[in-house]
């Protein structure tokens, strides 16, 4: 079963609010098996809206609509849907004495535009809607399913989850599409894909692959049709396992897993704890860790050492060896993370070192060169990064090594 | 002018990824006069771009295509193009030198699978990219207009920044729209909106006010439209001048300015140095001052002290006042600062204590309480803000609160 999302409102064609009612429905249908052909932004004139309906009912056989249901001017989804169907706007009672309600209990008067938004085309079945005025509209016609709902996104979930999945579930014939990613970190797409090459080669016909590259991590999602969901999950599972055997190092998590939660968990369960000592990445390794709730039970702190002198002063590095080897080196690297380990009294410490540019590089160290050390109880390594020319990037992916090379060691 | 947007990739239609992209081209487009009659989103198949290119066509003269131009099997946008304007793929020099030296500078080999990224069909303008190895490809035919961009945000926008929107805005006729952002930090949407109401209120109706939130900051856009420029410029300069008369405490920059850039430069001509001791905060707040190149010159460093301990032992704060008071008090805020400005050995500290969320609130102390502490060579001060229970949004305007509260300081 295929669908196609429209959303109404000249909101989204201004670019003033981001269309994410669709990403969410687009993720809900799929879950329960049915794929999403197109997502259409159109602006609210009737015209718009009976031309798109042609349109898509030409590819698929059931349309949700969002927007357009309110009491202004603008909304004219229902006045549409009534030529669109050729019927007429006709007054439903209970939806009526829903609105008298909602305003009642709000203190509030009402007024005849509200009292429009009890009237809906004479051929649909009306979807209550507990949190809103605006029924949702539910239309069968040769076939072909069209739903209408509130673009205020708590009614549309609302409706979306008690009444339009269930429903659209329960008449689903056959196949369901199941996704699984699987999260990397450590190389870019194009060399991801040659290392897994032979195993995507091998993917059976009905599971696809996509790459989905973000700034120093790429996602692989996996997307399984079929008509048994159970044997589905297992053949996706397999497929992990065998990802996994392949790229162990690379593999962080899966799904909505973040490299820093990933890690704050192997950190809460070990009962071990940790530090940072930053130079190029100036406080952003710390932000990622901190960015999770809780994080103060593993995470003790860190000091930004952007000068020499406090790479000196408080993390004990030697001036000798800053003189010989400069910041950004191995070196002095491991001395940060050793130093950090022992001033701020944690398990594990993690050091940066590193020109981020866009200036500052030399022929022998170019922008981009990063060292990452990691202090742990029973030792000290560290590992080079030769990364781009964009400040921005550097730092995100030389915090994502970091975190990467923690998570690598705790796992051993 | 009308213009379709068409986005590429399955990831959308599964609602993996937030169509973001489309609205900030959308908004852009606006922006010169272009409107957008429709917004689309479609699978990555060969069969679906001819059908959508087709569908728009039909309705408008420009579409605008973004996805489907990376290295893997997925990406099959370009070889769609080729079939859909019945022309071959053809290999462009420049572009795979640029390849090469993309790949030369990051010290790794170039794949087959990167050369095929130098393909591009016979009949398009390549538009230099120079933040990725796919070009831009500008089509024209029968007097309609294809581009066809990148889907990696950073990307798409500066293809949309540094040639898309200045061509497309050549070609339009009449008019001229200017634009001028002022940007302020310290007070919510509809409290600026009150302050502001008598100057909004005469503004002359050729020139139109936005408002544009953001977590700690809200934009006000003007736009101009007529058809001297020179003129507008003066008007709107006249309207800002007003503003700032208004609001002087409160507006930060214009334009592309950041509150990190705006104080660096600051910190900058007044030769003086700047660290921070952070709690809640965690690093972000060294995280935003760093982000700017060239920081290192007025940037010393910053301790993180997420524990009780390292606020003692490294800041020096009274372990006596933490007991009575809290960490998250006027009194500890003020002592972190304090002893991060010796520690570090700079003019000015600023340090961040509160409760960032989504736990850890007392009825005495909900979640959102923040203090903010600023040392300097003649004094100390600190304010106290009430935030909300979001913790990304928490930690993001605690800093932005506290980079204001350096600026106010240093402008006085």
Known sequence: ???????????????????????????????????????????????????ALDDAFRQVDIVIMTGGLGPTKDDITKTALAEYFEVELVLHEPTLQHIEIFFHKRGRMLTALNRKQAEIPSNCEPLFNPNGTAPGMWFEKDGKILVSLPGVPFEMKALMTHYILPRLASMRDGDVIIHKTVLTQGVGESFLADIIAPWEDALPPHIRLAYLPQPGIVRLRLSATGNNRLLLQEQLQEQVDELLRIIPELVFGFDNDTLESV?????????????????????YLAHLITSIPGSSDYFKGSIIAY????KTDLLGVSSQLLETHGAVSKEVAQQMAVGARNLLGCDYALAT????????????????????????????????????????????????????????????
């Open 1 to 51: 079963m295929l669908c196609e999302l429209i959303s109404v409102g000249d909101e989204l064609l201004i670019g003033q609010v981001v269309n994410t009612n669709s990403s969410w429905m687009a993720a809900e249908l799929n879950m329960i098996g049915i794929g999403v052909h197109r997502i259409t932004a159109i602006a609210d004139t009737k015209d718009h809206v009976k031309q």
């Open 307 to 310: 000068s020499n002198e406090l």
């Open 263 to 283: 890690v704050g968990q192997m950190l809460r369960s070990g009962g071990v704890t940790l530090g940072t000592a930053e130079s190029c990445t100036g406080g």
């Open 353 to 412: 070192s590193g020109i981020a540019g866009p200036a500052g590089g030399t022929p022998e160290k170019p922008v981009g060169t990063v060292w990452i050390a990691l202090a742990t109880p029973t030792g000290t390594t560290s590992q080079v990064f030769q990364l781009g020319d964009k400040r921005d990037r550097n730092i995100r992916r030389s915090a994502l090594s970091a975190l990467n090379m923690l998570r690598v060691a705790l796992k051993t």
